[in-house]
């Protein structure tokens, strides 16, 4: 997906089953210890969801339009549908935990 601006990741959103939308800051420390994490998390445990990062900083539009006001910002989509939101630091295992099911559900 490049280069990256709101079309962009909506029709990646539309037309993937499972996509995670990473918001970061990299002046923002949990933001960067995490965002190597989400990344070896999907590609080892669910490969089929499709990650998109996006620096915050670099585009407040694209931020903003999501409803994400705090760094780090993660969505889930499900189906082209928002199915679940963080708005703070959360775990990696928390994320995975969340994503189990429906990932199974969609992809088994």
């Not at 970061?24 to 960067?32: E, L, M």
């Not at 994490?37 to 407040?60: A, C, H, N, R, W």
């Not at 910002?73 to 199915?83: R, T, W």
């Amino acid at each position: 997906m490049n280069p990256i601006d709101l079309s962009s990741i909506q029709k990646e959103i539309a037309s993937n089953p499972a996509v995670l939308v990473y918001f970061f800051s990299n002046r923002c420390a949990p933001c960067v210890s995490l965002r190597p994490k989400i990344k070896e998390m999907i590609d080892t445990e669910f490969p089929k969801i499709k990650l998109l990062l996006v620096d915050s900083e670099l585009f407040p539009l694209i931020t903003a339009n999501f409803g994400v006001f705090a760094n780090p910002g993660i969505l889930v989509f499900l189906e082209g549908q928002e199915f679940h939101r963080w708005s703070k630091y959360v775990s990696v295992t928390q994320i995975a935990e969340t994503l189990k099911r429906p990932y199974n559900l969609l992809f088994d």
